[in-house]
């Protein structure tokens, strides 16, 4: 019986019926080490290497997991024994690392190309152990595979059918090294690219936008260090390629058509298409981007016929540029061009406007991931979490003392913690307007660091100053959808509810997977617009609607509901025991006393 050892993306071993063979994870690395060198390997060198640490304890280890993988495979020899060394039965064993059985070249470059996008042993390769080492330097081996193959295929042949795979070769190439002169020029705008994502064909030629050529000569960028890294970013497809074949969608494409006319770029390192949709898919994003070093993510959501992009600078989580495009296929068809050129303008444009900023966290990248965390931390709205995230954000400025988005983040947290608390610590409130004042005087174009100055002030009663500094969040960013959100919430507090809700609507479609907050606001909005059963609908959209208790219980008091609103009481309590109502009142601002009673009339027919 033969086996075949996958060890590009998900590591496995089958067997000649491709069944995959339930063996220890580690005795799939072991067997790849063993296929990579083709020679035998003492014992001793093969226990030190997977398990560093007291000799007889690898040794154990070792006998142990080849008794296990010698078991699940029936006995067939996968592992010669010659003495004290072992070597891989070839006679036995195949292995996608033999990268040389394919005849026709562009059948190489096909399957060169797979090795690289799906990475070999994922799982490894990120530390110091000599194991991690090898593994990058089999990264870096098959890499140079694809790129010699790349070369020699490109000096054969410029037809339709091999364009596409040298381009998604030279997209690769390029995510690795962005200052690979010799293979970019597959990307410039004589290189059409007759094929997008999801297997949809794309007549309109993928290039370069003229603006990127223009904003990349020296009179108009500030000269850069030669060691300097362009800043790295990701495109993120709407969908993943499954979806996008089912729906018949041509999003993905025109994001992989953008994504490679972008690598023509030297201002910019692109994550490649087969990394971002890794990315899309996952639960866990900010952790990707922040291993993957990147500063910028255009995010996309497909919405009907619909495609909203929006540019986001990651070390501030600032939204920088936002649009939307229609994507009707015979529009498409003719202005993929003209949205292609319009996205790439917009990108550089605001790349180089932050270019100082770049340099500053490529050089000091552990502030920023610490930064990120905090973000994360924040998508809950409960008291461990927010001060969770505070920690963080402290790490980052013991990281980054003058990091203006990581005081902002601390302003925000003591806020938050402020709302949850509802114990009106006028401290809190204090120390979180100073953080946001420090975020400004270091970064007067942070439009984060206004808003949560403008979010202290509110609950401090500072109602116009709270405006105010709003206001200025929005003139600096105005797609930055938290800001219309923040913004949206102090109208509701100035008296002003209608503004408020246009806005926050405005924000949940800039962003439509919306936070709890921007839900609640809306609810609140809808509250003193008298419309409780649309305020209902809003807590229900939320994830977790506990925060927003006395609200729904206001509200099916209002609608005659005292069932209803007696059960949201009870929740409160449970959370709150020492709600006090007229504590309450007195803590919450309102321009309008009318507002201060409507409230109060609802929570006093819920029964607090």
């Known amino acids: 019986m033969t086996f075949t050892?996958?060890?590009?993306?998900?590591?496995?071993?089958?067997?000649?019926?491709?069944?995959?063979?339930?063996?220890?994870?580690?005795?799939?690395?072991?067997?790849?080490?063993?296929?990579?060198?083709?020679?035998?390997?003492?014992?001793?060198?093969?226990?030190s290497l997977f398990w560093p640490g007291p000799r007889e304890a690898a040794a154990t280890n070792l006998r142990s997991t080849l008794r296990r993988l010698a078991r699940a495979t029936s006995s067939n020899a996968l592992v010669n024994s010659e003495g004290s060394s072992l070597s891989i039965n070839s006679d036995v064993l195949r292995c996608d690392l033999d990268l040389k059985t394919q005849t026709s070249p562009?059948?190489?470059?096909?399957?060169?190309?797979?090795?690289?996008?799906?990475?070999?042993?994922?799982?490894?390769?990120?530390?110091?152990?000599?194991?991690?080492?090898?593994?990058?330097?089999?990264?870096?081996?098959?890499?140079?595979?694809?790129?010699?193959?790349?070369l020699a295929l490109r000096a054969q042949s410029t037809s339709d059918s091999v364009r596409s795979e040298l381009t998604r070769a030279a997209v690769l190439l390029l995510e690795r090294d962005p200052h690979d002169?010799?293979?970019?020029?597959?990307?410039?705008?004589?290189?059409?690219?007759?094929q997008g994502s999801g297997g949809i064909a794309t007549s309109a030629p993928c290039r370069v936008s003229p603006h990127i050529a223009a904003a990349e000569s020296d009179q108009q960028r500030p000269e850069l260090p030669a060691h300097h890294t362009p800043p790295r970013i990701a495109l993120l497809p709407p969908e993943t390629s499954h979806e996008a074949q089912r729906r018949g969608s041509i999003a993905n494409a025109l994001i992989e058509d953008l994504t490679i006319a972008m690598c023509a770029s030297k201002s910019v390192s692109v994550v490649a298409p087969y990394t971002s949709e890794r990315i899309r898919a996952s639960k866990d994003k900010a952790a990707i981007l922040a291993h993957h070093s990147v500063l910028y993510a255009l995010d996309t959501r497909r919405s009907d016929d619909r495609l909203f992009v929006q540019l986001i600078y990651m070390p501030t989580d600032e939204i920088v540029w936002a649009s939307r495009f229609q994507l009707d296929p015979l529009a498409i068809s003719h202005g993929k061009a003209s949205i292609s050129d319009a996205?790439?303008?917009?990108?550089?444009?605001?790349?180089?406007?932050?270019?100082?900023?770049?340099?500053?966290f490529d050089e000091r990248p552990a502030p920023y991931f610490a930064y990120l965390k905090g973000l994360q931390a924040l998508s809950s709205l409960n008291l461990p979490a927010v001060r969770k995230?505070?920690?963080?954000?402290?790490?980052?400025?013991?990281?980054?003392?003058?990091?203006?988005?990581?005081?902002?983040?601390?302003?925000?947290?003591?806020?938050?913690?402020?709302?949850?608390?509802?114990?009106?610590?006028?401290?809190?409130?204090?120390?979180?307007?100073?953080?946001?004042?420090?975020?400004?005087?270091?970064?007067?174009?942070?439009?984060?660091?206004?808003?949560?100055?403008?979010?202290?002030?509110?609950?401090?009663?500072?109602i116009?100053?709270?405006?105010?500094?709003?206001?200025?969040?929005?003139?600096?960013?105005?797609?930055?959808?938290?800001v219309l959100y923040s913004h949206a919430d102090t109208l509701v507090h100035a008296s002003d509810p209608r503004s408020a809700l246009a806005k926050i609507e405005s924000a949940i479609e800039l962003n439509p997977l919306s936070p709890d907050a921007y839900f609640w606001t809306a609810a609140g909005a809808s509250y003193f617009l008298g419309d409780y059963q649309q305020a209902l609908g809003y807590i229900g959209r939320m994830h977790d609607s506990n925060p927003a208790s006395r609200l729904a219980a206001a509200s099916w008091a209002m609608l005659g509901e005292s069932a209803k609103a007696r059960a949201c009481r009870v929740r409160v309590l449970k959370n709150n025991p020492d709600f006090d109502l007229e504590r309450w009142l007195k803590m919450i601002p309102h321009k309008e006393r009318w507002q201060t009673e409507l409230y109060r009339e609802g929570l006093v027919k819920a029964g607090f």
């Open 5 to 47: 050892l996958a060890t590009f993306g998900n590591c496995c071993l089958e067997d000649a019926a491709g069944k995959a063979v339930p063996v220890p994870a580690l005795s799939l690395v072991m067997l790849a080490y063993l296929y990579d060198l083709g020679r035998p390997v003492t014992r001793r060198e093969l226990a």
């Open 106 to 150: 562009l059948e190489r470059l096909q399957t060169a190309i797979h090795a690289v996008a799906r990475q070999f042993l994922p799982s490894y390769g990120e530390g110091a152990s000599a194991l991690d080492i090898w593994v990058r330097d089999v990264r870096v081996r098959l890499a140079g595979h694809l790129r010699s193959e790349y």
């Open 181 to 194: 002169d010799e293979v970019r020029k597959a990307l410039l705008p004589d290189s059409d690219y007759t």
């Open 343 to 360: 996205i790439q303008r917009a990108i550089i444009d605001r790349i180089n406007e932050r270019r100082s900023l770049v340099s500053s």
């Open 389 to 462: 995230a505070r920690r963080y954000f402290k790490n980052a400025l013991d990281g980054e003392g003058g990091f203006a988005a990581a005081l902002a983040g601390v302003s925000r947290t003591l806020t938050m913690e402020w709302l949850l608390t509802a114990r009106n610590d006028p401290e809190l409130l204090h120390h979180a307007e100073r953080h946001a004042r420090a975020a400004i005087k270091e970064n007067c174009q942070l439009a984060g660091a206004f808003k949560e100055l403008g979010v202290s002030q509110l609950y401090m009663g500072k």
């Open 464 to 482: 116009d100053e709270s405006l105010h500094a709003l206001g200025e969040a929005e003139a600096i960013s105005p797609h930055y959808a938290d």
